[in-house]
């Protein structure tokens, strides 16, 4: 296997850090089914998702976080009521429990869920 280093990219009128593109990109992401069966329909460095119960998921990386202070941000389709809002709580450097929750304020399932994760890797 070859190994290729460089410290910037330009493409032909702006130069940019390669530290840009490392620290700025995603590491973890995944779209997946939270309705009936569970199912992750694609996903870059996720290992599985868990259906802790109605409304509440786990996405599980691959490789861990180096510690919980990561970004993330998830949305989802609604399945029913007037609105919702989302949240997450329990965030380590393993995983984040994901929260969907509608307007009348009970959990509700998502057929068409997503996840982001950026921070550094362990």
């Known amino acids: 296997m070859s190994t290729l280093e460089v410290s ?17 990109s ?4 995944v779209n ?43 949305d989802g389709i609604l399945n029913g009521g007037n609105g919702w ?4 709580h329990d965030k380590t450097s393993a995983n984040v429990e994901l929260l969907y929750i509608n307007t009348l304020g009970s959990y509700t399932d998502c057929s068409d869920a997503s996840v982001v994760y950026f921070g550094d890797l362990a």
Do not use: M, Q
């Open 8 to 24: 910037n990219l330009n493409d032909g009128t702006t130069t940019v850090a390669t530290t840009f593109v490392t620290n700025g």
């Open 26 to 29: 995603a590491k973890v992401w």
């Open 32 to 74: 997946f089914t939270g309705t009936g069966t569970v199912n992750i329909e694609d996903s870059l460095n996720t290992s599985s998702i868990t259906d802790n119960s109605t409304g509440r998921y786990e996405a599980n990386p691959t490789n861990n976080f180096a510690n919980a202070n990561y970004c993330l941000t998830h």
């Open 85 to 88: 809002h989302i949240s997450y």
